[in-house]
């Protein structure tokens, strides 16, 4: 139960950094501290960046979101509102199971409880480049293999570039190429949209581009077995330059992840 489990820093979940990346600890793959175990449960401390999704089913609510320390960030999944409803800003004490996915550490539901040790904590997505995106999928990512800051991270990439033209309506269950100049990562838009913000997707059809057809995003790293992608949480037009004639534009914001059950 959590009374055995043992504290880590959140970038240790990923294993030793010198045996190059794995899904976790493992015995091939320990813990820096030596722990061989990838399930736990484990105690982590951090600070809630993002709450990636809210669902229910039979009348039970749970939510995903991600929790970062100064070792690096990891995601929570369909944790039960009974248990903990996150809510950004939050600086907690998890523990929980470690159940890898996509080629990550992930926290679960089993044997899951939660202390909140203060609220309201100013929460900053780490600005990145494309080619700092890519990297977080290689392994040795701030001393970390696929992990760090980055991966399972909420970041921003600034003026990005979709290479096949932004769509007049986002696709979903579909991956869109982006770019920087600095290199070239997945958009991963989700089949789970709620209706409402489906209807802002389709609403961009008449708002189609930023200023040179560039774009902010704010979103989630996914490492998708060394192939990382950004899942959006927000999409927003680049506006054209103070003296231009023409009216700026701003984008659309959009929740979008990845949906699967267990």
């Given at each position: ?40 449960p484990?105690?982590?401390?951090g ?7 809210v ?9 995903t ?8 960030s ?71 293999p ?15 570039e ?5 769509p007049?309506a ?25 209706n ?9 059809a008449a ?35 103070v003296?231009?004639?023409?009216l ?10 990845r949906?699967?059950?267990?």
């Amino acid at each position: 139960g959590s009374a055995s489990a043992a504290s880590m820093a959140i970038g240790d979940l990923y294993g030793d950094p010198t045996n190059g990346g794995s899904a976790g600890i493992s015995p091939s793959n320990p813990a820096p501290g030596g722990e061989t175990s990838s399930v736990g449960p484990w105690t982590v401390t951090g600070t809630v960046t993002s709450v990636l999704d809210v669902f229910t089913s039979a009348g039970k609510t749970s939510n995903t979101f991600t929790v970062a320390d100064a070792t690096g960030s990891i995601e929570a999944f369909s944790i039960p509102e009974t248990s903990y409803t996150a809510n950004v800003g939050d600086n907690v004490t998890l523990t929980a199971n470690n159940s890898p996915f996509q080629d990550a550490p992930e926290l679960s539901k089993t044997n899951f409880s939660e202390t909140t040790n203060s609220t309201g904590n100013p929460v900053s997505p780490d600005l990145i480049t494309v080619s700092t995106l890519l990297a977080s999928g290689t392994g040795g990512q701030n001393g970390f293999p696929i992990a760090g800051p980055v991966s399972e991270g909420i970041v921003t990439i600034d003026n990005v570039e979709f290479t096949n033209g932004f769509p007049s309506a986002l696709a979903l269950s579909k991956a869109y190429a982006i770019t920087d100049g600095t290199g070239t990562a997945n958009l991963f838009a989700s089949s789970s949209l709620s209706n409402v913000k489906a209807a802002a997707i389709a609403a961009n059809a008449a708002n189609p581009g930023g200023f040179g057809g560039l774009y902010d995003i704010t979103g989630y790293v996914s490492p998708f077995f060394g192939n990382p992608e950004i899942f959006p949480l927000s999409i927003t037009a680049v506006p054209e330059p103070v003296g231009m004639s023409f009216l700026a534009m701003t984008g659309i914001s959009l929740l979008a992840r990845r949906r699967r059950s267990r």
